[in-house]
Nanobody, 123 residues
Framework: QVQLVESGGGVVQAGGSLRLSCAASGSFFSINNMGWYRQAPGKQRELVTAITSGGNTNYADSVKGRFTISRDNAKNTVYLQMNSLKPEDTAVYYC?????????????????WGQGTQVTVSS
């Protein structure tokens, strides 16, 4: 009933910028926290940044000062602005949302994931 669709990934040179988007659609009541994770080859998935429904944010130390998370609640969309990209930022980026939805007549906060989008930073 809920889908998260990501866009904006691609290939960029070191020092460049990309902007990722993740839009939620389907049947739900509200969205609580949203965030971005990434997974590089041979590594575990890690939290990059997250934002609450009220706009409070946190960032992994590795991206502080370079990445900015934001959301448009009217559009049910979360964004990730990535500046000063480094080769070590290369990964598949996944958006995540904690969605209040009704599944099997049970209203609860469920965890949903986007399909992932590849970000490749070349040196």
């Amino acid at each position: 009933q809920v889908q998260l669709v990501e866009s904006g990934g691609g290939v960029v040179q070191a020092g460049g910028s990309l902007r990722l988007s993740c839009a939620a659609s389907g049947s739900f009541f509200s969205i609580n926290n949203m965030g971005w994770y990434r997974q590089a080859p041979g590594k575990q998935r890690e939290l990059v940044t997250a934002i609450t429904s009220g706009g409070n944010t946190n960032y992994a130390d590795s991206v502080k000062g370079r990445f900015t998370i934001s959301r448009d609640n009217a559009k049910n969309t979360v964004y990730l602005q990535m500046n000063s990209l480094k080769p070590e930022d290369t990964a598949v980026y996944y958006c995540n949302a904690r969605v209040v939805a009704d599944r099997a007549l049970r209203i609860y906060e469920y965890n949903y994931w986007g399909q992932g989008t590849q970000v490749t930073v070349s040196s």
